[in-house]
């Protein structure tokens, strides 16, 4: 996968050449200006000449945010899906109140809805016009999700974008989309890889990712 530096400048360029696409929806967003991602860069280039801050530290932080902390809260509710046939039910049912029960609530996911994942039918999440993103459960959204490219190719051509991920699906699993807004965010339940049978719920969540959540992964097996 590109580093998140090189998605900040290829976001930038990006987001200059398809903003003239992007149109009005019939749900909220947050409003984001077309070239944020090249403000961003420049105010982060800024602060580092300046000496004010350290550009370690700074990818440090938000790794942890991406793939640490938020990630691993997913994780727990799917492992627990996966363990625990009526969690797994009251999740798909209610998400929001299925959540809440670990303590996960706000930061972005007051109203969430899970998508189950099967070999029939691959779920994939995104947000169309900016970067709603349930930061509880997930983090903080990952420099390609508020990419203009993910979020106009996901609704176009979902296939494709999964195949640049390296996720492959046969022509007979049916790919469903789905658009989140400031009022519904979507988190997806992978489907429990082979060879796990006798993992713990501890061990499974360990295998969670956050691109599997997001729907443009599937979770491996052990090695």
């Not at 190719?153 to 658009?179: M, N």
Request: aromatic share 6%; proline share 7%.
């Amino acid at each position: 996968m590109p580093t998140r530096r090189g998605f900040l400048a290829a976001g930038a360029a990006a987001s200059q050449q398809l903003g003239a696409q992007m149109h009005d929806h019939d749900h909220e967003h947050q409003a984001v200006p077309s070239d944020l991602t090249l403000r961003v860069k420049a105010l982060e280039s800024l602060l580092v000449e300046k000496g004010l801050v350290d550009p370690a530290a700074l990818d440090a932080l938000i790794d942890t945010y991406e793939h640490k902390v938020g990630p691993r809260n997913g994780a727990r509710v799917v492992a627990r899906a996966w363990v625990d046939p009526a969690y797994k039910q009251h999740l798909l049912n209610d998400g929001t109140s299925a959540i809440a029960e670990f303590g996960f609530e706000g930061g972005k996911g007051e109203h969430m809805c899970v998508l189950e994942n099967t070999p029939q039918v691959h779920n994939l999440v995104v947000c169309t016009l900016c970067s709603c993103y349930p930061w509880a459960v997930l983090g903080l959204p990952p420099v390609w999700y508020k990419s203009a490219p993910y979020r106009s190719r996901s609704v176009i051509d979902p296939r494709g974008v999964l195949r640049e991920f390296g996720l492959e699906l046969a022509e007979d699993v049916e790919v469903r989309v789905w658009d989140s807004t400031a009022e519904l965010r979507y988190m997806v339940l992978p489907e429990r890889p082979p060879g796990t049978e006798k993992m713990s719920e501890d061990q499974l969540a360990a295998l969670v990712t956050r691109d599997a959540m997001v729907g443009v992964a599937k979770v491996k097996p052990p090695a």
